[in-house]
C-alpha cells in the first residue's frame, strides 16, 4: 500500500514513522510519502490561499497547486483504483466500514486542506480522475485536515493483511461487524487487587461460558448507556 499526504504542513507526518507504521514502512507492507503543497506553487510568497468569491469569512485554497501536485503524484490520467481521501467538516462519517474498505486499497492520496477549505472545483476535478471520499471524523471542528489523515491512516493499516501481530485481537474489537456493533466489555489484567479494587470474580473462575456471558452482558450494558445509536429495534430485541 502507498500511502501520499498532500499538506502545507506535512511535517505532522513525520510521526508515521514510528511505533507500528514505523514497522509496516520497514515490513514495507505500507510506503509512506508526504509532500509541501507550497512546492507546487510559484510565487515568492509561495501562496496558496486567496479570498473567497462571494465574500465570507477566512481564506480559501486556491486550486491551482493542487493541480499542479495531482499532476506529479499522482498522474494525469483517470485511474479509479487510486483513492483520494479529503478530510472535511462537511464530508460523510468516517467510520471502520470506510477504514475497511479503504484497507485493501494499494494507493491512497490524502489531500488535507486549512484555512476555510480547498476551492471545490479540485474536488470535483479529483472525482472526474480517481476514487474520491470526501471525510468528517466527527462533529467537531478542526483547524485542518491533517489530524483526521493521521487517524484514517490508522485505522486503515492496523486492518491491512500481515500488519497487526493477532489478527485475532481485531475480530474482537467494538465496532467490527463480528461483536453486533456493540461497545467493548472492560478490561481487567494482574494484579487481581489494585487499591481496593478487585478483579470480577467471573473473570478469575475458569468458567468460559459464564465469562463469555459477563462479557456480553457488559457490552449490552456500555452500549445501551453510552450507544443508544448503535442499539436498533432488533438489536435491542436480541439482548
Ligand atoms: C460560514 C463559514 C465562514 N464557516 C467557515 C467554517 N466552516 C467550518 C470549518 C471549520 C474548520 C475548518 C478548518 N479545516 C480546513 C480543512 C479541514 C479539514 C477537516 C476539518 C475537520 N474539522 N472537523 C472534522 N471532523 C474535520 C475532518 N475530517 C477541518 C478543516 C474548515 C471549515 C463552517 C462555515
Given at each position: 500500500?502507498?500511502?501520499?499526504?498532500?499538506?502545507?504542513?506535512?511535517?505532522?507526518?513525520?510521526?508515521?514513522?514510528?511505533?507500528?507504521?514505523?514497522?509496516?514502512?520497514?515490513?514495507?507492507?505500507?510506503?509512506?510519502?508526504?509532500?509541501?503543497?507550497?512546492?507546487?506553487?510559484?510565487?515568492?510568497?509561495?501562496?496558496?490561499?486567496?479570498?473567497?468569491?462571494?465574500?465570507?469569512?477566512?481564506?480559501?485554497?486556491?486550486?491551482?497547486?493542487?493541480?499542479?501536485?495531482?499532476?506529479?503524484?499522482?498522474?494525469t490520467?483517470?485511474?479509479?483504483?487510486?483513492?483520494?481521501?479529503?478530510p472535511?467538516?462537511?464530508?460523510?462519517?468516517?467510520?471502520?466500514?470506510?477504514?475497511?474498505?479503504?484497507?485493501?486499497?494499494?494507493?491512497?492520496?490524502?489531500?488535507?486542506?486549512?484555512?476555510?477549505?480547498?476551492?471545490?472545483?479540485?474536488?470535483?476535478?479529483?472525482?472526474?480522475?480517481?476514487?474520491?471520499?470526501?471525510?468528517?471524523?466527527?462533529?467537531?471542528?478542526?483547524?485542518?485536515?491533517?489530524?483526521?489523515?493521521?487517524?484514517?491512516?490508522?485505522?486503515?493499516?492496523?486492518?491491512?493483511?500481515?500488519?497487526?501481530?493477532?489478527?485475532?485481537?481485531?475480530?474482537?474489537?467494538?465496532?467490527?461487524?463480528?461483536?453486533?456493533?456493540?461497545?467493548?466489555?472492560?478490561?481487567?489484567?494482574?494484579?487481581?487487587?489494585?487499591?481496593?479494587?478487585?478483579?470480577?470474580?467471573?473473570?478469575?473462575?475458569?468458567?468460559?461460558?459464564?465469562?463469555?456471558?459477563?462479557?456480553?452482558?457488559?457490552?449490552?450494558?456500555l452500549?445501551?448507556?453510552?450507544?443508544?445509536?448503535l442499539?436498533?429495534?432488533?438489536?435491542?430485541a436480541?439482548?
Amino acid at each position: 500500500m502507498r500511502l501520499d499526504y498532500l499538506s502545507i504542513f506535512p511535517g505532522y507526518f513525520d510521526v508515521l514513522g514510528i511505533s507500528l507504521l514505523g514497522k509496516a514502512a520497514v515490513n514495507g507492507l505500507v510506503d509512506v510519502y508526504a509532500h509541501d503543497l507550497r512546492d507546487w506553487t510559484h510565487d515568492r510568497h509561495r501562496t496558496v490561499d486567496d479570498t473567497p468569491c462571494g465574500g465570507g469569512a477566512g481564506m480559501v485554497m486556491k486550486p491551482d497547486p493542487w493541480g499542479e501536485a495531482f499532476d506529479e503524484i499522482i498522474g494525469t490520467e483517470p485511474d479509479p483504483s487510486v483513492h483520494v481521501v479529503f478530510p472535511s467538516p462537511s464530508g460523510e462519517p468516517f467510520t471502520q466500514s470506510v477504514a475497511h474498505d479503504l484497507s485493501s486499497v494499494e494507493r491512497i492520496v490524502f489531500c488535507c486542506g486549512r484555512y476555510e477549505g480547498i476551492d471545490h472545483r479540485v474536488i470535483d476535478y479529483a472525482r472526474s480522475m480517481w476514487t474520491v471520499h470526501e471525510v468528517s471524523l466527527g462533529d467537531y471542528v478542526l483547524n485542518g485536515g491533517e489530524v483526521a489523515a493521521l487517524a484514517i491512516t490508522e485505522a486503515v493499516v492496523r486492518l491491512v493483511p500481515g500488519f497487526m501481530g493477532n489478527p485475532q485481537s481485531l475480530a474482537e474489537e467494538s465496532f467490527s461487524a463480528g461483536q453486533d456493533g456493540l461497545l467493548e466489555y472492560p478490561l481487567f489484567t494482574r494484579p487481581v487487587s489494585w487499591r481496593g479494587l478487585d478483579v470480577p470474580e467471573v473473570l478469575m473462575s475458569g468458567h468460559h461460558g459464564r465469562i463469555a456471558k459477563w462479557r456480553r452482558d457488559e457490552s449490552i450494558r456500555l452500549t445501551r448507556e453510552r450507544r443508544p445509536d448503535l442499539t436498533d429495534s432488533d438489536v435491542s430485541a436480541r439482548h
